[in-house]
């Protein structure tokens, strides 16, 4: 569906993208994940055929981006970073008046927007202006709005940004539905829980470049351990602690204000730490996470 | 004909411009109300207050006012060519920047199969549509004051402020998709669009500016529309200094268009 090769886009004399390839088949949900500036968004618009290309390759559902913009976007769906909703309009005229812009019949049209209101629960809030609406539901309403033309593919931008946990279980829910229904989706994220939840699989990116790629759990199982004990210490202290525990761990990574011991077995490994007389304020034993590949391809924390 | 329910590209600038109709009909239906002021009271005021009542103190002579018997012969076309004017300005700065800028609304619409050209002609077409219904009317309620020689001149009066509207409606358009910020629009309201309704010849003969400012009023869009504008209203039709009237507005509205879509793909598309 979306085949990138060396793909590149700069800026004047900045590179934001810097050579990556990408393969995404049908029916497949697809993650970006990586921390800001990563060039996310940059590959996204590209992909969205609104923003050129500036080297490598990259056809979309076979198509080229710089010769058929217009066709390509007849056929995906696009959730931008920022919302473009008109403010000024009401929930039911913003699908509306999109659905014309694809050319679809006003009877369809009307079809759809009821579909896709009672879709993304905004129903009840059909005449009200968007302006009024919750950060939330002004995301689902893009997500309502990216589906008007039953796309072939749907890309989010990172579609839970900024909401509270309430409402992103909300979005993810309805995502998920659409990935049962065989959409081909492509998202990115800065959560890694989010590309846990949504990706089939998923590309880690950062500063322009893919570090990593495959399924949430393989990628644990290859840059990880199964588990981490988390162990914090005063401040100013870790990193003489590290020193001393650094052979009860496959790998141990210091940050400002704690310890982490990458390890199979979490909790023998905090017991073995207080056997040697070290006493942690706070013990956490977790499983490994995509943050924690993500600190291991990069030295640092997604969320910063 | 049967529902069209697969998404398709346009097949052209015009038809893709045609799928924003119900965009710009809802947009209007909300805010006509607060257009109404504009579009038509306030240019049958200054006819009232200019041409009928200044103008009762103002010597009908055709000899210095351009062939008019009347001052409110004169000043009834002047005001025609200004009010097409005057509607464009208002709706191709303000409202091109809260599309780009403010609600990044084109960024919306650009993400669908329209491009930016179709954007562009959509927004001129709603902004040549408003110029359509002002002028229209202003034609209509002027008729029975007999400020036109005939009914074909009324209609080519009309014809003219599209054109007008239009031969300002692309430049602007262009400079307000430019701009990084909305500050430049007073100056040019205060700087453009005043000093252009008040010395292009709509209130009294650019024969009475001295030399150099004639020239430069000469050089006015506005100029060129108030005078093509006079000659049909009042029926003495100079057909080749006519010709060169439409020729210069006509080059405007094309320099204009192709200024209009680069200032605006530079603008969105990086
Ligand atoms: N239009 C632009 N002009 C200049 N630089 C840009 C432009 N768009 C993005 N950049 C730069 O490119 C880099 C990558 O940006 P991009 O928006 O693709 O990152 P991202 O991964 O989406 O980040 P975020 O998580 O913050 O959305 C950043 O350094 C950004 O400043
Ligand atoms: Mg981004």
């Known amino acids: ?304 | 004909m049967a529902e069209i329910e697969t998404s398709t590209a346009p097949s052209g600038v015009l038809s893709g411009a045609a799928r924003m109709f119900d965009y710009w009909a809802i947009a209007y239906k909300r805010t006509w109300k607060g257009s109404v002021i504009t579009s038509f009271v306030s240019p049958l005021l200054y006819v009232l207050a200019m041409g009928v009542l200044l103008g009762g103190f103002i010597e009908g002579d055709p000899s210095t006012l351009e062939g008019a018997t009347s001052y409110l012969d004169f000043v009834a076309p002047g005001l025609l060519a200004a009010q097409a004017m005057t509607i464009v300005f208002g709706e191709v700065t303000y409202p091109v920047m809260g599309m780009v800028k403010w609600h990044k609304t084109y960024f919306g619409m650009t993400a669908t199969p329209l491009g930016v050209p179709d954007v562009i002609v959509a927004h001129l077409g709603f902004a040549l549509f408003r110029v359509a219904i002002s002028c229209a009317v202003f034609v209509v309620v002027m008729a029975p004051f007999g400020v036109f020689a005939s009914v074909a001149g009324a209609l080519g009066a009309f014809l003219v402020s599209l054109l007008v509207g239009l031969a300002f409606a692309t430049p602007i358009y262009a400079l307000s998709a430019g701009l990084k910020d909305e500050s430049p629009f007073a100056l040019v309201f205060r700087l453009g669009m005043m000093p252009l309704f008040l010395f292009s010849g709509a209130f009294f003969p650019i024969a009475n500016l001295d030399g150099w400012l004639q020239v430069v009023a000469k050089a006015t869009p506005l100029w060129h529309g108030v005078d093509l504008t006079r000659m049909l209203t009042l029926g003495d039709v100079d057909w080749p200094l006519a010709a060169i009237h439409v020729l210069y507005l006509a080059v405007l509205a094309v320099l204009g268009w192709f200024w209009a879509v680069r200032r605006l793909t530079k603008r969105m598309v990086s």
Request: charged content about 30%.
């Open chain 1, 1 to 304: 569906m979306i085949l990138a090769q060396g793909l590149r886009k700069s800026f004047g004399a900045f590179e934001a993208v810097k050579g990556i390839d990408v393969d995404v088949r049908r029916g497949e949900s697809f993650g970006f994940l990586g921390p800001n500036g990563a060039g996310k968004s940059s590959t996204m618009r590209m992909v969205a055929a609104v923003s050129p290309v500036s080297g490598g390759t990259l056809r979309i559902l076979g198509l080229d981006p710089d010769t058929d913009g217009p066709e390509i976007r007849s056929r995906i769906g696009v959730c931008p970073q920022e919302d473009t909703l008109d403010t000024e309009l009401t929930v039911r005229d913003n699908l509306f008046v999109y659905g014309r812009y694809f050319g679809l019949g006003r009877k369809v049209v009307r079809e759809r927007v009821d579909e896709l209101l009672e879709f993304v629960q905004l129903t009840e809030k059909a005449d009200a202006m968007v302006e009024d609406l919750s950060g939330g539901m002004k995301r689902r309403l893009t997500i309502a709005r990216s589906l008007i033309n039953r796309p072939e593919i749907l890309l989010l931008d990172e579609p839970t940004t900024g909401l509270d946990p309430q409402a992103r279980h909300v979005v993810w829910d309805r995502l998920f539905r659409l990935k049962q229904q065989g959409v081909t989706i492509v998202l990115t994220t800065h959560y890694m829980d989010e590309a846990e939840q949504l990706s089939d699989r998923l590309v880690v990116m950062d500063k322009g470049l893919i570090v990593a790629e495959g399924s949430p759990l393989s990628l644990i199982a290859e840059h990880s351990t199964r588990e981490v004990a988390e162990l914090r210490f005063g401040v100013g202290e870790h990193e003489a602690i590290a020193a001393k525990v650094e052979d009860l761990a496959d790998r141990v990574e210091v940050l400002p204000d704690r310890l982490l011991l990458y390890t199979v077995d979490g909790e023998e490994t905090v017991a073995k730490v207080h056997e040697r007389g070290l006493e942690p304020i706070v013990t956490l034993v977790r499983r490994s996470t995509l943050e924690d590949v993500f600190l291991r391809l990069t030295g640092r924390t997604l969320v910063d």
